[in-house]
């Protein structure tokens, strides 16, 4: 398993789901019942709190 790889996330088993999560901040990425997925998943993620979006704006539910 390559440590960098999963650097950006914090994984947990919880309940028989993997849960990814930021771990600086504890935000969840994902939770998927396969590792592996929840990893890929998480991976894919970019987390809001600690790195926000500059450029591109995804619509989000944020109340200004
Ligand atoms: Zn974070």
């Known amino acids: 398993m390559d ?13 028989g789901w993997w849960i990814a999560s930021c771990p600086d ?12 997925a929840a990893e890929r998943a998480g991976l894919r993620r970019r987390c809001p709190v600690c790195q926000p ?7 989000t539910e944020d109340v200004a």
């Open 53 to 59: 979006a500059t450029e591109e704006t995804p619509p």
């Open 25 to 36: 901040c504890g935000y969840e990425f994902a939770c998927r019942r396969d590792q592996e």
């Open 3 to 15: 440590p960098d790889r999963t650097s950006r996330l914090a994984m947990h088993l919880l309940h």
